[in-house]
């Protein structure tokens, strides 16, 4: 699919059919994530894959936004392996893990398949009911699925402010 398709297309998807994720998809999406840039390509990024019964109960427990997709990635990084950038007030974690999700929701909708990114949770809890070491923290997870026959595009999917709101020529 041309890449300007791909962005258009992708919405998030808030019902899901049950049909499961062919696992050369899977693999694809999780290759588009395996290629993205880190700071330092340090690749702190884990991601974890939620298809057991177990593992997608663990999940219902704690947000209401899995709505039946029958894949969901877990996306977390490591914290003791991060790049702490000049001035000390930040760190490489949470960007680099939100790119590698971004390469995963954009090669999800090259795919064609549906996605919903969430964060609709407390992550320390997940991260204790899944059994995460220590050093890592989860920072969204990912439905990964079919769209429901009867499902379309939330109103504000369309609703995007112009760029002249957004971008500042300086
Ligand atoms: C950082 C982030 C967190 C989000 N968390 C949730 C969530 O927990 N539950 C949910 O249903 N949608 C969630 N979404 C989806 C947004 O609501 C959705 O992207 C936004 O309304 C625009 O719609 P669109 O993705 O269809 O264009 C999240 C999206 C982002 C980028």
């Excluded at 057991?52 to 969901?72: N, Q, W």
């Excluded at 890592?136 to 429901?148: K, Q, T």
Aim: proline share 5%; aromatic share 8%.
């Amino acid at each position: 699919m041309e890449f300007s398709e791909v962005v258009k297309n992708r919405y998030s998807c808030k019902k899901f059919d049950g049909r499961k994720v062919e696992r050369d998809k899977l693999n694809q999406i999780l290759e588009a994530g395996r290629l993205a840039p880190t700071a330092k390509n340090l690749q702190e990024q884990v991601i974890y894959v939620a298809e057991s019964e177990e593992a997608l109960a663990k999940i219902d427990a704690v947000t209401p936004c899995r709505y039946g997709a029958p894949t969901v990635l877990v996306v977390a990084f490591d914290k003791n392996n991060v790049y702490t950038y000049p001035g000390e007030k930040r760190n490489s974690g949470i960007e680099d893990a939100a790119i590698v999700a971004t390469h995963m929701l954009l090669a999800a909708a090259n795919a064609g398949v549906d996605s919903c990114w969430l964060n609709r949770f407390d992550p320390d809890v997940l991260a204790k009911s899944l059994g995460l070491p220590e050093n890592e923290e989860i920072l969204m997870l990912l439905d990964l699925g079919y769209a429901a026959a009867d499902t379309k595009p939330l109103e504000n999917h369309c609703k995007r402010k112009p760029l002249s709101e957004t971008v500042k020529y300086i």
